[in-house]
């Protein structure tokens, strides 16, 4: 069973659209994050989510919104997508917010042309 | 500001041997460690972690050590086998600092000759 799930896996889309990408993890899980790996290959944290509790990236562009439906769901939301936007995004969870072991689903790759 | 650096991109040992991973990082506040491993076309998977009141954490043939003066993680794999090639992260995070998620280096690429 796959632990922490993201959909779709390749995503290629053209500028100024607006895309989802979907995160499920079956862990029992409180804390959901989301990541952005750029062309550079670094992981950074774009947003955390625990109990209703947004913490946000200050360097995150208000066109990336995460929503969250119920507690095993974290969905990522982008609008007027930008070709610098092109990255690998990975959903992850914690235990807590205090826990500090994340899990990593398999990515989404978006391009953007 | 790499807070988190993993300064060789590419390690190559031979089957058998020991590869040593290395990770240096500049924030003091920094508490927990943690080492993934990645394969491509994959999400990073959980190695070992290792908290900052400790200097050695083992786990079969995964072993972290931490040298909290120097700043200064390593992960030693012995002995080295082929399914171990893969990008290895060095990550870590401050005081439960699960909402700030984990600070990431850029991650070293280790191949595994047979």
């Known amino acids: 069973d796959t632990a922490v799930s993201q959909t779709p896996k390749y995503l290629v889309t053209q500028m100024g659209n607006d895309k989802s990408i979907k995160c499920e993890q079956n862990?029992?899980?409180?804390?959901m994050y989301w990541y952005k790996q750029d062309s550079k290959k670094f992981l950074k944290i774009m947003f955390s989510?625990?109990?209703?509790?947004?913490?946000i990236n200050e360097t995150v562009p208000n066109r990336f919104s995460p929503k969250s439906p119920d507690k095993a769901h974290l969905n990522l939301h982008i609008n007027s997508l930008e070709l610098g936007d092109s990255a690998v995004y990975f959903c992850?969870?914690?235990?807590?917010?205090?826990?500090?072991?994340?899990?990593f689903g398999p990515g989404t790759r978006l391009l953007v042309l | 500001d790499q807070q988190v650096k993993q300064n060789s991109p590419s390690l190559s040992v031979q089957e058998g041997r020991i590869s040593i991973l290395n990770c240096d990082y500049t924030?003091?506040?920094?508490?927990?460690f943690l080492w993934y491993k990645k394969y491509p076309a994959e999400g990073p998977t959980f190695l070992i972690s290792?908290?900052?009141?400790?200097d050695k954490n083992e786990d079969g043939r995964f072993t972290v050590f931490l040298n909290k003066s120097a700043k200064h993680l390593s992960l030693h794999i012995v002995p080295s086998q082929p399914g171990d090639s893969a990008v290895y992260f060095c990550?870590?995070?401050?005081?439960?600092?699960?909402?700030?998620?984990?600070?990431f280096g850029k991650g070293t690429h280790l191949i595994i000759q047979p």
């Open positions: 992850a969870s914690s235990q807590a917010v205090a826990a500090e072991t994340q899990y």
């Open positions: 862990l029992g899980h409180d804390t």
């Open positions: 989510y625990n109990n209703k509790e947004l913490i």
């Open positions: 924030n003091s506040m920094f508490d927990y």
């Open positions: 290792i908290s900052s009141i400790k």
């Open positions: 990550a870590a995070s401050a005081s439960g600092g699960g909402a700030d998620g984990l600070t």
